[in-house]
């Protein structure tokens, strides 16, 4: 039938209303990053005595001309209520449930009254029920709409802004208003082209800067749903997930998929991540200086396929969660061909990668602040950049931001390295490169006269000779022990620095014996094992403090 041509439209209504014809239908919305569902979004069903289904199309414009839209509002909060309350009892309990509010209902003298009698007779906290509003209410009276926004907002509940961009005043309202989630209108789908992309990415990066949650609803189709992912939209709806549902089916979806409903735990987690502004020229940074309450110094929409990626680390592990195809690229240019590549290297404790890794994401958890690491492998250098964003029970989110260098400053680093080797290397009075797997030797660096000691037949031979002729006697097995090849890499490897350090009484080619420091430390970016030994002859005063420390605790060494 066509409700609007009805007479008795208003009576067929209210018939509805008692039978029990007004349904509340709910769609649900799903976290982008993890596909669980956050809330659900009630929309309204009208079905007939047959049981055919009205098209909201049909029924709404009726309903607002005869000043009934009020109505069917009010049973839809109620039912949303009811399915909340449901939910708790059953042990499966939904973060929230947004309605929809007509413009109308704004010129209701008792609309905030009336939704917060209704959530008190359900016992439902206000943050539980999310209020979609369009635009287009603020503009008609909007003394009254800025007082009853202001009740709500003091209230507790979490206020939406529903088909932003459809209208034309999106930005007047939200210097205006004060919004927890924008919701783009799916037109914005329709057509992906490259202006439309542009356009979202930077609404969405707007929200970002603002503070305010992402939401786009109408997705469709899996490039959408990458296209959204990449941009950093928090939350997505649509029929790629899930089409609008009854109360049973939807109970039905979230009892054959244990988990699928977001924690509150876990919503506070990632809505700290979600403030991460994906198309920010640097995104680190300025997370960073906005949770630190900084002043802002504005925010340019860059390439919304910037390399970043977030890396959840747990007591023994890394897990990447999503990495831009950015990101993706300049992995393949170190020579992982996927993400999963990396990840398995990392799962070595002992391999380069972890070292680097694991020092500079336990630096960013540290401080909280932003930790860069520069360094060369397989011939590239890169940056790697890391920021802790979120925490929870055992687990923490790290932003990582990957730079890898092009040829021209390959080129000048290489070169600036180079000329500045010998300045490093004249600080030592030995360095000296172990191969543990062929047991060989190779001196880069002395600065005293000393005998070749890699020229012997074997490496324990050279080691021996070198031990006997250049350290003290009393330091000669302790050395052997510091240097012995089938638990050097575990004790590098075991120490939080990385390296190993110890002082030992030696000659070095000079007449008389001092203390030098002795460090190992495994050299990263070779095909295979490779340790670096550098003995640094101590200062005088330092030589003269451990002389006093050995004269009194002979057995500290």
């Not at 041509?5 to 239908?25: M, P, Q, V």
Request: hydrophobic share 40%; with cysteine.
């Amino acid at each position: 039938m066509n409700v609007d041509r009805e007479t008795d439209f208003g009576n067929r209504f209210r018939e509805a209303l008692k039978s029990g014809l007004i349904r509340a239908w709910f769609q649900p919305v799903f976290r982008a990053m993890t596909g669980r569902i956050t809330v659900a979004e009630a929309l309204a069903r009208w079905f007939t005595p047959e049981g055919e289904m009205l098209s909201p199309a049909d029924f709404i414009p009726a309903l607002e001309r005869d000043g009934l839209i009020f109505d069917l509002d009010m049973e839809i909060l109620r039912q949303a209520c009811v399915l909340y309350q449901e939910f708790q009892q059953r042990g499966t309990p939904l973060r929230g449930v947004s309605v929809n509010l007509s413009r109308l209902d704004f010129k209701q003298e008792n609309l905030f009254e009336t939704v917060c009698a209704t959530l008190d007779r359900y016992a439902v906290p206000h943050e539980a029920i999310k209020l979609e509003i369009t635009e287009g209410m603020m503009l008609e009276d909007t003394e009254t709409f800025e007082k009853i926004f202001q009740l709500f907002s003091d209230a507790g509940f979490t206020i939406w802004l529903d088909d932003f961009g459809s209208g034309y005043s999106s930005l007047n309202v939200l210097q205006n208003y004060s919004f927890d989630v924008i919701k783009f209108d799916m037109l914005f789908l329709r057509k992906l082209s490259v202006r439309g992309r542009e356009m979202l990415a930077s609404l969405t990066s707007m929200a970002k800067t603002l503070g305010i949650h992402t939401l786009t609803e109408g997705v469709e189709t899996k490039e959408q749903r990458d296209f959204l992912l990449s941009i950093g939209c928090e939350a997505l709806q649509g029929f790629l997930y899930s089409k609008p549902l009854s109360a049973e089916k939807l109970t039905e979806l979230v009892d054959q998929n244990p988990g699928i409903l977001e924690s509150p735990e876990d919503a506070k987690y990632w809505n700290a991540i979600g403030r991460l502004n994906f198309v920010n020229p640097n995104p680190l940074k300025d997370f960073a200086e906005r949770r630190r309450d900084s002043a802002g110094t504005g925010t340019y929409v860059s390439s919304y396929d910037g390399s970043i990626a977030l890396v959840e680390c747990g007591r023994d592990h890394f897990e990447y969660i999503y990495a831009t195809e950015g990101y993706r690229e300049r992995l393949r240019d170190l020579g992982f061909a996927t993400v999963g590549g990396l990840e398995h290297a990392l799962s070595s404790q002992r391999s380069h990668q972890y070292l680097i890794f694991h020092k500079l994401v336990m630096d960013a958890l540290r401080t909280g602040t932003v930790h860069t690491v520069e360094y060369a492998y397989k011939d590239v250098y890169f940056r790697l950049s890391a920021l802790s964003v979120a925490r929870k029970e055992g687990r923490a989110m790290i932003v990582m931001r990957l730079n890898t260098f092009d040829s021209e400053r390959e080129v000048q680093t290489a070169q600036e390295l180079l000329n500045s080797s010998s300045a490093l290397l004249t600080t030592y009075d030995l360095v000296v490169l172990f191969y543990p797997e062929r047991k060989a030797a190779k001196r880069v660096f002395t600065a005293n006269s000393m005998a070749e000691y890699d020229q012997e037949e074997s490496f324990e031979i050279s080691l021996r000779k070198f031990c006997t002729e250049q350290v003290d006697p009393v330091d000669q097995e302790r050395y052997l022990q510091f240097m012995n090849f089938s638990t050097m890499e575990e004790r590098v490897g075991e120490s939080p620095k990385h390296f190993i350090q110890s002082l030992f009484r030696m000659r070095l080619g000079q007449g008389t014996t001092g203390w030098y420091s002795a460090r190992l430390t495994q050299v990263p970016s070779r095909p295979e094992k490779v340790f670096m030994l550098t003995v640094q002859n101590v200062q005088a005063n330092l030589q003269k403090w451990m002389n006093l420390i050995v004269e009194e605790y002979p057995d500290m060494l």
